[in-house]
């Protein structure tokens, strides 16, 4: 099986760990071993389950990237094998040029590159932007590999 260079919303579910309307990508629109780009119009509908009676706020826009960089250690994954189990554990430097997400007209574009990492921890640039190319988000993230949830333990 080869991994395809795009996917629809049902490919991505079937590769991160969220799914229903947590799926927040709706579509791959490229990818390679170091970086990803991923498109959706999520933001806008009123279910979105991030969204508060205030509205979709901008630093929701980290979750995007974190689904991003998910879809992106799953893809790299060796063929037939589980992705690492993940979660972020830091965003740095994070520049938000919007109050909401959810006022931004069009498609958001969701890009992360990875820096650098290892077996334990990847370090990801981070940007989401709107249909024009205008950052509304920028950062980096640390994603934490292969640790244990709290309240389990090690055999």
């Known amino acids: ?27 791959l629109e490229s990818w390679d071993a170091q970086a990803i780009h991923c498109t959706t119009t999520t933001h806008a509908r009123a279910e979105n389950p991030l969204r508060t009676a ?14 991003a960089m998910a879809l992106h250690g799953g893809l790299l994954a060796a063929e037939g094998s589980e992705p690492s189990a993940g979660f972020l ?5 994070v520049r ?3 109050e909401r997400l959810d006022d931004v007209a ?16 990847i370090l990801y640039e981070f940007a989401v932007k709107d249909a024009q190319g205008r950052a509304l988000a920028e950062g980096r993230a640390v994603v934490v590999l292969n640790t244990p949830l709290a309240g389990k333990e090690s055999p």
């Not at 991994?3 to 799914?19: E, F, K, M, N, Y």
């Not at 205030?54 to 689904?67: F, K, T, V």
């Not at 554990?89 to 430097?93: G, I």
């Open 1 to 27: 099986m080869t991994v395809p260079q795009t996917l629809d919303r049902a490919g991505i579910a079937q590769r991160i760990p969220h799914s229903g309307t947590m799926c927040l990508l709706e579509r």
């Open 54 to 67: 205030g509205g979709l706020l901008s630093p929701n826009a980290i979750e995007y990237a974190a689904q």
């Open 89 to 93: 554990a830091s965003a740095r430097n």
């Open 96 to 98: 938000l040029a919007v």
């Open 106 to 121: 069009g498609t958001l574009h969701v890009h992360a590159q990875r820096m650098s990492g290892d077996v334990n921890q």
